[in-house]
């Protein structure tokens, strides 16, 4: 006759429920998983079904009651665990809201805002549009593969205890924000310092021809030239988001090999 033990129990309930908190606490921070666009039930249903395909490749998880102060602790560092995963490659597309900011502001059009669909907070247009192209340069670079590749590896880098990022791994994450406002500059530098151009040239002959409507020429021609140069420098734009995305990854492999 099969007996179980209420401790074996545990570490079945254990071996399975400690993965998909951390899974599920870093699909609420990461971008992609966590828009608005993605149901709740689908991402609950990815969660589960990305812990069970991990559970057979796990180290040994503790056999802790789940219910018990241990259990709560273990909880907490899964949690910070998974969200501070999430929470660093969020700030590499907040770096492209940033650029998309200060491009705006640069062309005039800093009035213009649209209602983000997947945060739900309204940004910039110009921000909207990097947004959008660095979502799909994300998905084909297999950045959401990548993403889970970790997730499965952060198990062997970090195991389930009640110990979980060290105060140096905390104090990079904190420090990883300098990397968002110096990303986000990065990625403007080409189309402001172009607008920039464009307004001292706007500014001489303003003094040459004083008799010239500035607003009425200068406001259309800079919006018109903005698009040009966000044309002409998508490309660098992205491949720069692609080195700070790269950049973030090996962030976290390294914070989580902190001890």
Do not use: C
């Amino acid at each position: 006759m099969l007996t179980l033990t209420t401790a074996q129990i545990s570490a079945w309930i254990g071996g399975f429920f400690w993965p998909f908190i951390r899974v599920s606490a870093m699909m609420v921070a990461a971008p992609v998983f966590n828009s608005r666009m993605l149901p709740v039930r689908i991402r609950i249903l990815m969660a589960f079904s990305f812990s069970l395909a991990a559970v057979p490749m796990l180290p040994r998880v503790p056999m802790v009651d789940p219910i018990s102060y241990d259990g709560l602790l273990i909880v907490l560092q899964q949690v910070i665990i998974g969200l501070a995963m999430g929470f660093i490659l969020q700030m590499v597309f907040q770096a492209l809201v940033i650029a998309g900011e200060s491009i705006a502001n640069s062309m005039g059009l800093g009035f213009a805002r649209m209602v983000d669909p997947a945060n739900g907070i309204q940004v910039p247009v110009i921000s909207q549009f990097l947004i959008v192209m660095a979502t799909l340069l994300f998905v084909v670079l297999n950045g959401h593969l990548m993403l889970i590749e970790l997730v499965i590896n952060s198990f062997r880098l970090m195991p389930v205890s009640t110990s979980g990022l060290s105060v140096p791994a905390l104090r990079e994450i904190t420090n990883w924000g300098t990397q968002m406002f110096a990303g986000g500059f990065l990625v403007a530098i080409p189309a402001v310092a172009a607008l920039m151009v464009v307004n001292v040239s706007m500014g001489v002959i303003t003094r040459a021809a004083p008799q010239l409507n500035i607003f009425a020429v200068g406001f259309p021609l800079m919006i018109l030239l903005g698009f040009v140069f966000l044309a002409f420098t998508t490309p660098s734009m992205l491949t720069n988001f692609t080195h700070l995305l790269m950049d973030a990854f090996d962030s976290i492999s390294r914070i989580l090999a902190v001890k």
